[in-house]
C-alpha cells in the first residue's frame, strides 16, 4: 500500500524563498528544502509543514507502508493559475506512483482550499493542519476575523454601528459634553439591540406585506383598520386629558386608572370595528365563517367591561367619581338609592361574562351550522366520485342516457339480498324486456 504524504503550499513559498520549482519528490529532497527555506525566512510555518511532513512519511515507514513524500506548490499569478498548477503536479505523481490514499499537511486556512483538488484525485485519509503553537491564539484570531469581514450580513449588523458610534461621539461630544453624548449614544444602541433582538424588522415587512396583499385585494377590513387606529388615538388622547385634569397626580395607581377608565371605551370601540371588518371580510369570502372570528367581537366587549369596572371601583374608593344613583317611585316619596363601587364592580363582571356566553353561543351556533352544510354537500357528492359501492337505502342499479339498464355487480357479492334489478336471490337474472312496450 502506497501513499502519499503531501505538503500543499498554494502561495508557492517554495519557488519565493528556495528557488525551486515543484513538485519536490523523496525525503533527502524535502529534508534539504527544510534547511533552504529555514535559512531564507526562519520565521516561516512552512519550516513546521516540511517537517510534520516528514515526521508523518516516518510513522508511516515505521508501520511497514510505503510513503511517498512530496510538496506541492501553486502559481503566483492568481488563484485560479495556483489552484491548477497544484492539480497538474498532483496528475503528475499520481500517474508516477500510483498512490492508493494521501495525507495532506497543511499550515493556513489558504492552503485548505487545495484539500478538494486532492480529494478529486485520490482518497485523503488525513488532513494534518499544523499551527505553531507560540502564534496558535494569534492565527485562530485571525482567521475568525477573516471570516466575520467576508460575512456580508455580519459586517452591516456590527461594523455600521460601531463606526457609526465612533463617527457621531466625538460631535456630540463636542455639543452637548461628554456624558450626554455617551448616554445618547448608549440609548441608540440599546433600542438597536432591541430591534434586532425582537426581530422588529420582520414584523415590519410581515405586516406591510398584509397591507398590500389588502390594498390589491380590496377587503373591507383595510377601512375598519384605519378607523380602529383613529379611534385608538382618540382613546389615548382621552385617558391623557383625564390625567391632565387631576389635581394629585403623584403616584401611578391612581393616574393610571384615570387613564384607563376616560380611554377603555374608545379602545374597546376601536378593537370592536376591527373585528367587524375582519367578519364582513369572512362573510363576503366563500370560505365559512371562522369561529374565532365570530367570538372576537364578544370577548372584545367582555374585556372591555371587565377593565373599566375594575378601573371606576379604584377611582369611586378615591371619591375621584361619584357613585351611581338610582331613584326609584312609588307610592311613598321618591328616595335615591345610591349603588357602591363593588355593586358597581360585581355588575359589570356579571355582564362581561353574559356578553361572553352569548358570543360562545352564537359562534358555536352559526359555525356549527356552516359545518353541517359542508358535510352534507360532500356526502352529497362523495357517491359520484369515490366508486366504492352505493349508500345504504340507494339503488344499485340505474338507466344511462339510451335507457339501457345497468346493474351493480358489486351489491350481489356483498350480500345475499335482493338484487338491484328486483329479481329474489338470482344475481343472473335477465332484465325485462321492453319489447312488449
Known amino acids: 500500500m502506497t501513499t502519499l504524504v503531501v505538503c500543499l503550499d498554494r502561495t508557492d513559498d517554495v519557488g519565493r524563498k528556495a528557488g525551486l520549482r515543484s513538485p519536490i519528490v523523496g525525503w533527502e529532497a524535502v529534508r534539504a528544502l527544510v534547511t533552504d527555506i529555514g535559512l531564507a525566512d526562519p520565521e516561516d510555518s512552512g519550516v513546521n509543514s516540511l517537517l510534520e511532513t516528514l ?52 499550515d493556513s486556512a489558504e492552503d485548505e482550499r487545495l484539500v478538494p483538488v486532492v480529494e478529486s484525485r485520490v482518497q485523503v485519509d488525513s488532513v494534518d493542519r499544523v499551527v505553531v503553537r507560540q502564534a496558535r491564539d494569534i492565527e485562530s484570531t485571525y482567521y475568525l476575523l477573516k471570516q466575520f469581514l467576508a460575512d456580508e450580513e455580519l459586517r452591516q449588523t456590527v461594523l455600521v454601528p460601531i463606526g457609526l458610534t465612533l463617527l457621531v461621539f466625538p460631535m456630540l461630544a463636542t455639543v452637548v459634553g461628554p456624558a450626554e453624548g455617551a448616554a445618547a449614544i448608549t440609548s441608540v444602541i440599546g433600542l438597536f439591540l432591541l ?100 367570538n372576537l367581537p364578544f370577548v372584545v366587549l367582555s374585556v372591555g367591561l371587565v377593565i373599566r369596572g375594575f378601573s371606576a371601583y379604584f377611582l369611586e374608593q378615591q371619591g375621584l367619581i361619584d357613585p351611581v344613583e338610582i331613584a326609584s317611585h312609588g307610592t311613598l316619596p321618591v328616595e335615591t338609592v345610591f349603588v357602591t363601587a363593588s355593586e358597581r364592580l360585581a355588575v ?36 359520484l366520485t369515490d366508486g366504492g359501492p352505493p349508500p345504504t337505502g340507494s339503488t344499485g342499479a340505474g338507466n344511462d342516457e339510451t335507457g339501457v339498464e345497468i346493474v351493480d355487480d358489486r351489491t350481489n357479492s356483498r350480500s345475499g339480498s335482493t338484487a338491484a334489478t328486483g329479481v329474489d336471490g338470482d344475481s343472473s337474472a335477465e332484465p325485462e324486456s321492453d319489447e312488449g312496450e
Open 55 to 106: 515526521r508523518v512519511a516516518q510513522n508511516l515507514r515505521d508501520e511497514n507502508e510505503e510513503a511517498v513524500v512530496a510538496v506541492v506548490s501553486g502559481d503566483r499569478e492568481s488563484m485560479v493559475s495556483a489552484d491548477r498548477a497544484v492539480a497538474r503536479q498532483l496528475d503528475e505523481l499520481i500517474a508516477e506512483y500510483e498512490p492508493e490514499s494521501a495525507v495532506v499537511v497543511i
Open 195 to 294: 430591534y434586532k433582538g425582537f426581530s422588529i424588522d420582520e414584523i415590519i415587512t410581515g405586516a406591510a406585506h398584509q397591507v398590500r396583499e389588502s390594498l390589491y385585494s380590496g377587503q373591507v377590513s383595510v377601512v375598519t383598520y384605519v378607523a380602529a387606529a383613529g379611534l385608538t388615538l382618540v382613546g389615548l388622547f382621552a385617558g391623557g386629558l383625564g390625567v391632565s385634569n387631576l389635581e394629585d397626580q403623584s403616584g401611578i395607581v391612581i393616574p393610571t386608572m384615570q387613564f384607563t377608565y376616560d380611554s377603555i371605551p374608545w379602545l374597546a370601540v376601536a378593537a370592536l370595528t376591527a373585528s367587524a371588518g375582519r367578519v364582513l371580510d369572512e362573510l363576503i369570502g366563500e370560505e365559512p365563517i371562522r369561529r374565532s372570528y365570530l
Open 348 to 383: 359589570y363582571v356579571v355582564a362581561a361574562i353574559a356578553v361572553s356566553l352569548v358570543g360562545a353561543r352564537l359562534a358555536a351556533s352559526l359555525s356549527g351550522r356552516d359545518e353541517t352544510e359542508l358535510d352534507d354537500g360532500a356526502s352529497a357528492t362523495s357517491g
